[in-house]
């Protein structure tokens, strides 16, 4: 494996997880409200979960968390110029595991 290939999956390792939603709750909703989140979501092509997550992100001005594409380019450039080995890798994604 090349020094570019280990930077990908350092990158893979690294941002593995993000962006998961962790939490679960239920809601009890009218049947009015219902139809009307899902009249938005299938507009929009979400679902019905990402409608409602968009609108507490709005409503209570939450920061969203970053977009995978943004982690990446971040780590890049965090890691630019670092050069590891398949068996540094291997211990990183070992250590990031326990």
């Known amino acids: 494996m090349n020094t570019l ?32 989140l899902k009249r938005l979501a299938t507009e929009n092509n979400k679902s019905i979960g990402q409608v409602i997550r968009e609108a507490i992100e709005h409503t209570y001005n939450i920061s969203k968390p970053l977009k995978r594409k943004d ?21 990183f994604k070992e250590y990031g595991r326990k």
């Open 5 to 36: 290939n280990a930077t990908q999956n350092l990158l893979k390792v690294t941002c593995y997880n993000t962006n998961m939603y962790t939490h679960r709750t239920n809601l009890l909703l009218t049947k009015q409200e219902h139809t009307e």
């Open 71 to 91: 982690i990446v380019l971040n780590t890049k450039a965090l890691t630019k110029g670092i050069n590891l080995t398949n068996k540094e890798i291997t211990e």
